[in-house]
């Protein structure tokens, strides 16, 4: 209950404090529109509301930019709401039926000037209702689409945790120099075999079916976890990657030792390895290892072995 009643406070601060700094530092409007409205063709499910008329219904607003430009042409060019935003989508731990969201819309404004007052109104929400905690000071660190597939594998990644990505290519060239595969890329775990001790035998095996379920939605790609000792095919497709899979158990060995010198591992590390047969499938390879990645760490901070940069 107490825990429940500050979560409920501090999100009311959170609240006040940002509509403080839109409606009196940057001169914003804050404006409630409609709930209930026509069926617009946009990406997300719509819920569907019945009215007292048969066959008619209204449809609950999954966002609220649809009257954007009326108030735009009424002269309104920058404005605000916390919005209750319905989607009618599976759930997930990032996705729910009904959230709000703080929408601001502007007019005649620049990538530049829309990144610098968002940081301004982070920094100053968070310097009044949350003093106590360490923010990164402004200009944040931005990180281009490009570079954040090469690192992370993902377009939204979580930076707390290092397991950089780093290209292997040159080891498959040195080790095989086959034309089965065009990229290989891999990144390293720290100090696994201590959090995989820590597991149960059931906690292992709803690992390696998470492993498998995060990495088999990338057809022609082959994910591998790799130690000292041992070599795991977590996927690979059926017919082009045979090849790296049979490789790979037959000179385990000296592969192991190349991927992790090349990824700077040393004993009770985790590498692990993904491959492609050509370079159209090079980002579905990032993506499946940033999948695994995140995985990985999610079971890391079960164990208690995941470490967060503080910066």
């Known amino acids: ?60 607003a999954q966002s609220p930019q649809q009257f954007k430009q009326l ?23 990032n996705r729910q039926p009904e959230f709000t969201q703080v929408d601001l819309e502007l007019s005649f404004i620049t990538i530049e000037e829309i990144l610098r007052l968002m940081e301004e109104l982070l920094t100053d929400t968070l310097s009044k209702t949350t003093p106590h905690l360490k923010m990164t000071a402004a200009p944040f660190p931005r990180l281009p689409y490009k570079e954040a597939m090469e690192k992370y594998g993902s377009d939204k990644p979580d930076t707390r945790y290092r397991m ?4 292997l290519d040159h080891i498959w060239k040195q080790y095989h120099g086959s034309e089965v595969i065009q990229h290989l890329q891999g990144f390293k775990v720290k100090q696994w075999e201590a959090v995989r001790s820590s597991l149960t035998g059931q906690q292992k095996a709803v ?70 047969k050509d370079s159209s499938l090079r980002e579905t390879m990032l ?25």
């Open 1 to 60: 209950r107490p825990t429940l009643q500050k979560n409920l406070r501090l999100r009311s601060k959170v609240s006040m404090a940002m509509r403080e700094f839109l409606t009196y530092n940057h001169g914003f409007v804050e404006i409630e529109t409609p709930t209930l409205l026509r069926l617009t063709p946009e990406g997300a499910r719509e819920f569907i509301v019945p009215t007292r008329e048969p066959g008619k219904f209204y449809s609950l």
């Open 287 to 311: 993506k499946a290892l940033g999948s695994v990645r995140s995985q990985l760490a999610v079971e890391m901070s079960k164990a208690g072995h995941l470490v967060l940069d503080p910066e």
């Open 207 to 276: 690992l390696q079916e998470e492993l498998i379920r995060c990495s088999c939605n990338h057809e022609g790609v082959g994910v591998a976890l790799i130690t000292h000792s041992q070599i795991n095919i977590v996927k690979s497709g059926e017919n082009e990657l045979h090849a790296i899979q049979q490789l790979l158990h037959e000179q385990q060995e000296p592969f192991n030792k190349l991927a992790f010198e090349a990824l700077d591992a040393v004993d009770g590390d985790l590498c692990v390895i993904g491959a492609c």
């Open 71 to 93: 108030l735009m042409v009424g002269g309104f060019d920058r404005y605000y709401q916390f919005a209750r935003c319905y989607r009618d989508e599976d759930l997930s731990f």
């Open 164 to 167: 950089e990505f780093q290209s």
